[in-house]
């Protein structure tokens, strides 16, 4: 059996200062009270989030969902252009035709198929 | 020892050769005497493709207006012009409502009073930011589009009293 080591011989003795660790103290309290006050003034002269304030719109994302639908549209309203009978300009005679007509039209006029509609300005 | 020196030798073997990958050789754009310029030649001015000659002269005069040449002008507008022209010839196509640059309507009026050739030399040349489509549309076709661009012209633009019977049909 060994003897107990005796530890007190080299253990240094501990030397607290008693107003360092109230000065730590009270430096650490009133930093927390300049960082709350601060807060406080920001809050009451800066423009502050509402609790409760209904969240503002923002716009839809600008996704295709279904392009090959947005796509059959897109060729039906084409489509649709080039179909129907329509006044252009009433007074002056002028009117809308489906393409075929327009087809049918420039085929029977020969060589005449390429003059431009309009003679140049 | 023995594998140790044959294993030396394994490993002298690259550097045998070195002339195979350091050849004399031309790199495309390397520097030559032989000829004024790079090593890569340039076409000699006034070189033309085999064919294109034929090729220009078979758009010099425009084919007869007739419904198969307007059918095939619309089969070939509806392949190659609507993605940007649209199908009406209004300039919305898809490609235009996706960012591209819009090209004029075909129903304006300077555009009503251009003479076919000008549709004809747009597609062989290009026009603006539409690059030439010489190369994909063939000059009869080129022919078969103006024509059906004037057929689209025509549906926005009938004289009610050059059409026999449209009267009646409109609202």
Known sequence: ????????????????????????????????????????????????????????????PRLQADPAADLQAFQAEQARALQGYDWVDREGGLARIPVARAMEILAGRGPAAYDPLEPAP | MRRALLALLLLALPGCKPEM???????????????????????????????ELARQAAGATPPPVDAALLARGQERYAIFCTPCHGAAGEGDGMIVRRGFPAPPSYHIARLRAAPARHFFDVITNGYGVMYSYADRVEPADRWAIAAYIRALQLSRHARVAEVPGLAEQLP
């Open chain 1, 1 to 60: 059996m060994t003897a107990p080591t005796d530890l007190s011989e080299r253990r240094d003795r501990l030397r607290l200062r008693p107003w360092t660790i109230l000065g730590v103290g009270l430096g650490t309290a009133a930093l927390l009270a300049a960082t709350l006050g601060g807060v406080m003034l920001l809050r009451h002269s800066a423009e502050w989030p509402q609790a409760g304030q209904p969240p503002s719109r923002f716009p839809a």
């Open chain 2, 21 to 51: 990958t350091q050849q004399k050789r031309l790199d495309t754009y390397g520097n030559t005497s032989a000829w004024p310029g790079g090593a890569a030649r340039t076409l000699p001015e006034g070189t033309v493709a085999r064919g």
